[in-house]
């Protein structure tokens, strides 16, 4: 059985690693040069966008080894990974020294993907009390309820700081089913189209609301 605990520095590898694992394909990192630096300088910006904004995060483990990982935040509540955030001088300069090919991969994805997530945030009409952020999970872990189990453990953490409603942002590089089962609902959907250097590639990217409960067993 996987034991959740809270996050610590040492834990930034991993989350990174997980990252890598579960969106690399969708997100053409697959296709990038894969100098370590680069590739880590990378990670540490696409990481930070999750940590910067989280309130709460926990870890699970099994057999010693962290296999999945839950970030999540409350409007109103102290954000808590401040110390975890990674100097972005070192990024930036790994990123301005990398191939032209792959700096230019990296514009269009990242600005891509925050124009059609801005047009979908931009038209909801709800307000929420907080977003899930990432939900990671290695893919030797899967089938083992770990993203459920992390999932509770949000849910718990909601229900204690009185947050009735929440959003999340996916798309469909990652496992978007599992909150298709897990009580979340889809309540927009826009087509992303990416100009890689390799050629052109589509994504769907969804967004999805949670009104309080539970999950699903």
């Known amino acids: 059985m996987a034991f959740i605990r809270d996050i610590t520095e040492q834990d930034l590898p991993v989350i990174k690693a ?5 969106f690399g ?3 053409n990192l697959g296709c990038l040069n894969q100098d370590e630096s680069f590739m880590q300088a990378v990670l540490g910006m696409y ?3 999750f940590l910067e904004p989280s309130t709460f995060g926990k870890v699970a483990e099994l057999d010693g080894e962290v296999i999945g990982v839950v970030l999540c935040s409350a409007i109103g509540q102290a954000k808590k990974f401040g110390t975890l955030l990674q100097d972005i001088a070192p990024n930036t300069l790994a990123l301005l020294t990398a191939g032209e090919n792959d700096r230019v991969d990296i514009v269009e994805h990242m600005s891509v993907s ?5 047009g979908l945030l931009g038209s909801l009409t709800n307000v929420y009390d907080g977003s899930l952020e990432l939900i990671a999970v290695s893919k030797k872990a899967q089938g083992l309820k770990i993203g459920k189990a992390l999932w509770n453990e949000a849910v718990t953490y909601f229900n204690s700081v009185g947050v009735k409603s929440i959003f999340l942002i996916a798309d469909s590089a990652c496992n978007f089913g599992f909150y298709d089962n897990n009580g979340f609902s889809r309540i927009g959907t826009k087509k992303a189209m990416y100009s890689y250097t390799a050629g052109q590639k589509e ?3 969804f967004v999805y609301e949670w009104n309080g409960g539970s999950f699903h067993d």
């Open 18 to 22: 997980l990252i890598y694992e579960s």
């Open 25 to 27: 394909e969708g997100w």
């Open 47 to 49: 990481s930070s966008i």
């Open 114 to 118: 925050f124009q059609t997530i801005g």
């Open 203 to 205: 994504s769907d990217i």
